[in-house]
DNA sequence: ATCCTCACG
DNA sequence: ACGTACGTGAGGATA
């Protein structure tokens, strides 16, 4: 390709001039410098475009014959040895840069410029060195960098250039320039630094010595050493300073020295630079979407094919389709050193979705299977790897993958590390679950989005086998890709423990539990339905006679003109779209007219009939007679479990009516009983705990009623004058404070005014002094760090703490108050399920544990079982966490989940 | 698809 | 002055 082009060349013209840049510290300054800038797949690319931009304006004035990006390498650089501090005091690198250094790299390669670091040293250490080395040889360099400690390399021949402000401004500093700016020559600069330190490197200096005193003493003095030296002479604080610091002030000198000693392979000479591959930066600037910057360069015209246009990197892998004996063998070869594994499958309901097929990567090649052929004899091999639980799997949400292959009869053990748990556990609430969205938000490409590939809703088709299987093998790459900074970045955020001894184990506990569902008697709904079903008909005839004619009851819209217009009640509450007339509502109303009481009975009846008499026996299996549900654990911002299809979380308990649903729920096996453990208060136990506050920690300890202790506080009152108002009251004020409290919240709940509920919770934080102050400072923190924690480390962000906008803030406030108390208690029984997994298989018991509902634990339990578990389940519960207030939790069995009450 | 309503902790 | 209690999932109506 006769392509090759240069902005100039500068050895022409006979002269030699190597340029140098400090890769890190001028992609750190471009990232800081540049507004935020993503490309369209939600790549962040501003520190990449400041860099190009700086990168050509340099080129264009400086047109060096050499040229070379160096950059840090490693984590234990050299000086670290001497100093452990050593730029301990740097904030970490945030994700919206890091991401972007695979982007520079890959753009400079683009360029055609040379790059390189060696682990152990700086980038600085190595421009030192060439530097060093280029005089040696009688040329001329140029340094770029961000670092004013680079100025002690300026001499005759090498001129420094510092950004200024943003990243393409430059100042240019030769001798000259240093000795007027501070009096000082290159090889001073690093007195001065021993002198006043770097904070942004950690690096001491002398306390108290700043720029300008720094500069005084080495125009007395010279060198960090004769200042030392003269000590004695330096009066008042200073020169207590001064004496009381001189290993410091040594110390920091050396950590500022750059080495220019590197033992190199390299030299100066191996980076002659001829220019760039028009087509291949058109390529690279394309897939960074630098349109202003092809245009500057006039590439337009340079963009060579389709890949060009998508900019899709090319990939580093081969995809096989695994159609015959030749491709299974490879396969049964390639397991032992299997990196990742995709199992795709074509609905949301895992136990009723079907496999579409199943991708593992080994080295350079993935392995694609399409699902029916898992059957295979060949398969053999692959479903053992599958099953063993030594062969360590590393995929995409595994618990899924778990349930699908299930299905189908395989067996999936040996489950190390879920990309999408650990994502979540990162960031719970980021939206965006897909395998794509994970990939962007870690500066990775190369997968198509899902509904690109299969379509969506009604027009979902499998593509055919070979496009199949490039799409499995880019996600099951991705997979392997994001594997490992997803580990590390749990071991950042001190999440290890959180991710592999709870979260990791608790997946496949849970695909345990929905494998074995619970059985839900079909008739027991249909004969309730049946007297549901009556009921509901006399009220719609009754709704009907005093309505004077027939409507949609159901329809919110209608039922306002019947209740607004027609008979003219007042309007309480108005939405979005209309009248409002939820129960809150129709509750106000029900002392006008009559048909207001029927309404809110309709609407009960009707939810119970299509939601859970209809909607339960919809999920029931006719093979088995079970309903079994999936939980989620990447969902609730807090930490908590969420179920679906159906949900059994929200089985009715509060009425009566809707209680009766329960007596369908019952064990699958003759003669046992559902056991079920509730934990008593977690969530005001968990506060107490947090909170420290000795009144609630002293309630809990002696077992009281929370919310009489509650009201005596509040109301100044003994325990036999606490009545039930006063605990209904003070029982909205402990939700309220669980909730995050406001005034607001707590007036309408209790229908009071907004004044009364301030004071009642002015007497709350007064009566519990302690709560007021985790409050106060949970807030702090939140503000201070962006997110708050569980008591095991889970975080949640709260951008909108910072908010000037008083509704969000508010909420990221009351969200900051709520979410280590809910999150707590949800650790606490996530802890609970995995003990009591181990506690059930360590005995050899037969119970099972069916279903989670947040602070409770139902299990199904035979006979002889009974007294154990009775014993066992509440004792685990209560032990999982050990707070500073006990854990109480109450058991309870019968023969359905009514009884067990 | 989005809104409203309501079931649970 | 602002105007919501925290966290979910599902069904039916409507646009």
Known sequence: MANEKTIANASESGTDKLLLIDGNSIINRAFYAMPPLTNSSGMHTNAVFGFTTMLLKVLEEEKPSHLLVAFDAGKTVFRHEGYAEYKGGRQKTPPELSEQFPLLKELLRAFSVPQFELPGYEADDIIGTLTRRAEEQGQTAVVVSGDKDMLQLASDQVTVLLTRKGVSETERYAPEEIAEKYGLTPAQIVDLKGLMGDSSDNIPGIPGVGEKTALKLLAEYGTVEEVLAHGGEIKGKLGENVRGHEDSARMSKELATIFREVPLEQQWTDLAWRGYDASALAAALRKLEFKSLIERLDLSGSVAGDDAETGAAAPVYEAVLVRGADEWAALADALPAAEALLVEANGDNPHQTEGIGLAVVSGEQVFVVPYARLGEPDAGPLRAWLADADAEKRGYDLHRSELVLARSGVELRGQTFCVQLAAYLLDPTEADPSLTGLLSRYG???????????????????????????????????????????????????????????????????????????????????????????????????????????????????????????????????????????????????????????????????????????????????????????????????????????????????????????????????????????????????????????????????????????????????ADQVDGNMRRQAKAVNFGIVYGISDYGLSQNLHITRKEAAAFIEQYFNAFPGVRRYMDDIVDQAKRDGYVKTLLERRRYLPDIRSSNFNLRSFAERTAMNTPIQGTAADVIKLAMVRMDEALRERGLKSRMLLQVHDELVFEVPPEELDTMRELVPDVMSKALQLDVPLLAEVSAGVNWYEAK
Do not use: C
């Open 444 to 718: 990775l490409s190369g997968v198509q989005p899902d509904e690109a590939v299969y379509g969506k809703g009604a027009k979902f088709r499998v593509p055919d086998e070979e496009a199949l299987a490039a799409h499995l093998a880019a996600k099951a790459d991705a997979v392997r890709r994001l594997a490992g900074p997803l580990a590390e970045a749990l071991e950042d955020a001190g999440m290890r423990r959180l991710y592999y001894e709870l979260e990791q184990p608790l997946a496949v506990i849970l695909a345990g539990m929905e494998k074995q569902g619970i059985v839900v008697e079909a008739s027991a709904l249909e004969e309730l339905g049946k007297e549901f079903q009556g009921r509901i008909e006399q009220t719609t005839a009754e709704i009907y006679r005093l309505a004077g004619f027939e409507f949609n009851i159901g329809s919110t819209k209608q039922l306002g003109d019947v209740l607004f217009e027609k008979l003219a009640l007042p309007v309480v509450k108005k939405t979005k779209t209309g009248y409002s007339t939820d129960a809150e509502v129709l509750e106000k109303l029900e002392p006008y007219h009559e048909i207001v009481r029927l309404i809110l009975h309709y609407r009960q009846l009707t939810k119970l009939q299509s939601t859970y008499i209809e909607g339960l026996l919809k999920e029931i299996r006719p093979e088995d007679g079970k309903i079994h549900t999936f939980y989620r654990q990447t969902i609730a911002a807090t930490g908590r479990l969420s179920s679906q299809f159906p949900n059994l979380q929200n089985i009715p308990i509060r009425m009566e009516e809707g209680r009766q649903i329960r007596k369908a729920f019952v064990p699958s096996e003759p003669g046992w009983r559902i056991l079920a453990a509730d934990y008593s208060q977690i969530e005001l136990r968990v506060l107490a705990h947090i909170s420290g506050d000795e009144g609630l920690k002293e309630a809990f300890r002696q077992e009281m009623d929370v919310h009489t202790k509650t009201a005596m506080d509040v109301f100044g009152v003994s």
